[in-house]
Antibody, heavy 119, light 108 residues
Framework: QVQLVQSGAEVKKPGASVKISCTAS????????IHWVRQAPGQRLEWMGG????????KYSEKFQGRATITRDTSASTVYMELSSLRSEDTALYYC????????????WGQGALVTVSS | EIVLTQSPDTLSLSPGERATLSCGAS???????LAWYQQRPGQTPRVLIY???RRATGIPAKFIGSGTGTDFALTIDGLEPEDFAVYYC?????????FGQGTRLEVK
């Protein structure tokens, strides 16, 4: 069955960076996009960006352009999302989610990784 | 970006009743590129509907999506205990994909 397994919770200081992983299994990795969606406390779900796992093409929300970097390791069926210059407002649950290449629909989700930014 | 506004914020109903959740868009969602997700407490979101009215794999027929343009709805017939959750709409017509703020469906 399709599974997306994310790395664990992180606590970071303001200004630091965090890198979260998402390891896929149960399907052909290269034929889908992996997206990153976050949910801050009391806020709506927010799309950050995504990577075509086959060709490595990335797309980012303007809000995170320059601060988020999404990469993949096809040999490990793993996608990484690094967010830099962290601030308290980045405290959130970060999900990876799978979607078809043709449309940003999220059909399978990782369990989420809580990132807490605090001094 | 397209802003989605869901109503109501909270809907209180009894098991067996029908729920109707609304999702309004700040501009037209082309090609009916709208999805609905269910998020039960402690679980990740699960896609129910895409293309405004197409049920995702394994989703029962009691979940009915409708609408076009800027007005969409999710109807749930015959509420069961496991249906009480938070529901989100999401558009994928234009980038960035965006979500509504969610409707909490609670037991009356």
């Amino acid at each position: 069955q399709v599974q997306l397994v994310q790395s664990g919770a992180e606590v970071k200081k303001p200004g630091a960076s965090v890198k979260i992983s998402c390891t896929a299994s149960g399907y052909t990795f290269a034929t889908y996009v992996i997206h990153w969606v976050r949910q801050a406390p009391g806020q709506r779900l927010e799309w950050m960006g995504g990577i075509n796992a086959g060709n490595g093409d990335t797309k980012y929300s303007e809000k995170f352009q320059g601060r988020a970097t999404i990469t993949r390791d096809t040999s490990a069926s793993t996608v990484y999302m690094e967010l830099s210059s962290l601030r308290s407002e980045d405290t959130a649950l970060y999900y990876c989610a799978r979607g078809p290449i043709v449309a940003a629909i999220f059909d399978y989700w990782g369990q989420g990784a809580l990132v807490t930014v605090s001094s | 970006e397209i802003v989605l506004t869901q109503s109501p914020d909270t809907l209180s109903l009894s098991p067996g009743e029908r729920a109707t959740l609304s999702c309004g868009a700040s501009q037209s969602v082309n090609n009916k590129y709208l999805a609905w997700y269910q998020q039960r407490p402690g679980q990740t979101p699960r896609v129910l509907i895409y293309g405004a009215s197409r049920r995702a794999t394994g989703i029962p027929a009691k979940f009915i999506g409708s609408g076009t343009g800027t007005d969409f709805a999710l109807t749930i017939d015959g509420l069961e205990p496991e249906d009480f959750a938070v529901y989100y709409c999401q558009q994928y017509s234009t980038s960035p994909p965006t979500f509504g703020q969610g409707t909490r469906l609670e037991v009356k």
